[in-house]
């Protein structure tokens, strides 16, 4: 089968390619007429190669459309997570200097309206821009270079890639869509999906039993979770649970956040070994992987570094440490990116070629990388990240507030939450302070717990400690 939906859709315009969330069938040829209509669509606003495109679709078939679009017509996309503030998605469509912005269904039907369903001109594959944070809680764009050449020059590495480390194939395999695809890892996952030739169905939502039944029922292959949905599936009675017929599974792919042992364990003893995991990052994609059978022989590990990577632990100086000595993970592939209009950035999160994620861990002696911690002050909560400057940041620009420390904590089934410590200068209620952040943040970045202190930890210079304010939070 070729390597490349447009091919795919092409040369088998019949084969069914999405199930969208509300059980409508799409097939290939279908999809590709649409996705050819908004890519003219997109050039007759002017957009060339190399332009940006942003997009704070949900679920469902625009985004896919606006994926393929942009994938055909050297574009970067952006998808930005629709639960953001007026204010935080302003920030992502200016700072990436995006020349249209693709709000909902209504702009992608207004792109493709009247267009041929021809391939457009000059095809350049595009490439998604997504946005992350780092420790001062502004977002940066991850950029990857632009290529010059046709989608289908580039897709056969990638999809050697994916099959390399996860043993997915071209064929008439199913995926399902878990998780919001404004994410990095379930956007890739439906992506290459189709470029696999898999049919994609979209779950509306992630509800434990309704995604066991949309398994049942489309026989599902193959699915994307994080940790938090291991979790919620577990919690089903065990009735409930050996009531779906799950047998056509044969993987369930998980990252974001590290899964408990135990909750792997369990997941495999009811599913079977088929849980596949892998460790990276927006910057350095997928670059530590492990397979059900490995995992099994090195319970807790997530995985040796993937095909084209090189991993090093270094320890505070820069030195590369033993085997079973933790220090902080370093990885260099021929993935290369940088943030977008800040090579500052770019050169602070690197040492010459070798690109730090942020966590502490330690290779054993047969090169399996086992993680110790995240990095001091990022947070993953339900597989989301969330950074405690840009909570912070806004907890200050309340009046009364002197000093805010936000931090995160260990929760069984959302990995970890968020708790806000904060002094203030005068009395102010908890309540207030949530209706302050309100307009300020997205809902998912709100603290589950505020407390007021006297005062916080600060380092000898007089900077801010997280680490001693999460000790003592945790030890108090």
């Known amino acids: 089968m070729d390597p490349s939906f447009y091919l795919i859709a092409r040369n088998d315009p019949d084969r069914l390619a999405v199930v969208d969330v509300d059980g409508t069938k799409v097939r290939a040829g279908d999809l590709l007429a649409l996705a050819n209509q908004v890519s003219h669509g997109l050039r007759d606003h002017g957009l060339t190669a190399g332009d940006v495109v942003a997009g704070t679709l ?26 953001l503030t007026e204010a935080e998605i302003g920030y992502i469509v200016t700072d990436s200097d995006a020349k249209l912005v693709v709000r909902g269904p209504e702009d992608v039907a207004a792109l493709a309206l009247g267009n041929p369903i021809t391939d457009p001109p000059d095809r350049t594959y595009g490439q998604v821009m997504w946005y992350t944070s780092g420790t001062t809680g502004f977002p940066k764009g991850v950029q990857r270079p632009k290529s010059d050449k046709s989608p289908e020059d580039v897709l056969p590495l990638y999809v050697w890639f994916i099959e390399a480390v996860l043993d997915l194939r071209p064929g008439d395999d199913v995926h399902l869509v878990t998780s919001p695809m404004y994410h990095s890892a379930p956007c890739a996952h439906a992506q290459f999906a189709l470029h696999l030739g898999h049919t994609v169905v979209i779950a509306p939502r992630f509800d434990p039993e309704p995604v066991l039944d949309l398994i049942e029922k489309h026989r599902v292959t193959n699915a994307m979770m994080v940790p938090t949905m291991f979790h919620r599936m577990l919690r089903l009675p ?20 590290t899964c408990p042992v135990h909750v792997k364990q369990a997941m495999m003893d009811w599913l079977g070994p088929i849980l596949y ?41 820069g030195g590369v440490v033993p085997a079973g000595v933790p220090g902080m993970v370093y990885v260099k592939s021929a993935t290369t990116f940088e943030y977008r209009k ?3 950035k770019t050169r602070a999160s690197k040492r010459g070629e070798w690109y730090a994620p942020g966590d502490i861990g330690y290779l054993d002696s047969e090169g399996y990388l086992f993680l110790l911690d995240r990095r001091t002050d990022l947070i ?20 009364a507030v002197v000093e805010a420390a ?23 209620s908890e309540e207030e302070l949530r209706d302050h952040l309100g307009v300020r943040l997205a809902r998912f970045k709100h603290p589950r717990v505020i407390e007021f202190r006297e005062d916080l930890p600060r380092t000898p210079t007089g900077k801010l400690s997280r680490t001693k304010v999460r000790d003592a939070y945790l030890n108090h």
């Open 58 to 83: 949900r679920n469902g078939l625009d985004a896919l459309v606006m994926l393929l679009a942009t994938g055909q017509t050297g574009l970067y996309y952006v998808p930005v997570n629709w639960h």
């Open 238 to 257: 065990e009735e409930v649970r050996s009531g779906y017929d799950l047998s056509s599974l044969r993987q369930v792919i998980h990252t974001a956040a």
């Open 277 to 317: 995991e892998y460790y990276g990052s927006t910057e350095s994609a997928i670059a530590f992987a492990v397979r059900p059978e490995e995992w099994l022989a090195h319970p807790g590990t997530v995985g040796r570094p993937a095909p084209g990577t090189e991993a090093r632990i270094l320890d505070d100086e």
């Open 342 to 344: 800040d090579p500052a």
């Open 380 to 399: 993953v909560s339900g597989g989301v990240n969330i950074y405690p400057a840009e909570i912070e940041a806004a907890l200050l620009t309340h009046p």
């Open 406 to 428: 936000v931090i995160g904590v260990p929760d069984e089934e959302w990995g970890h939450s968020v708790v806000a410590l904060v002094q203030t200068a005068e009395k102010v």
